[in-house]
């Protein structure tokens, strides 16, 4: 039986999980609209090079995900208002 991995969570700034959330669901979008694109491709090696995008976007996507998962959301100090 083998330990699995202690996962340590990745403090990140809340934009930079915004910005890493966007790309994901722009990856995915892309992806399916590429996909339906796929069905209009006649050419044999445009619809494999079509393929490989479509396949290639998910995996990034996937990647990310999981990425994701060991995020979590740095506290950012509370800044202190000046007097004006």
Not at 14 to 41: G, K, Q, V
Not at 73 to 83: F, K
């Amino acid at each position: 039986m083998t330990a699995e991995p202690v996962r340590e969570s990745i403090q990140v700034s809340l934009r930079f999980r915004s910005t890493i959330e966007a790309t994901i669901l722009e990856l995915e979008r892309n992806a399916a609209l590429d996909e339906r694109f796929l069905a209009t491709l006649r050419n044999p090696d445009h619809r494999r090079r079509q393929r490989l995008l479509i396949e290639k976007q998910l995996d990034k996507a996937f990647r990310l995900r999981e990425m994701l998962a060991l995020m979590s959301v740095r506290l950012e100090p509370r800044r202190r208002e000046r007097a004006a």
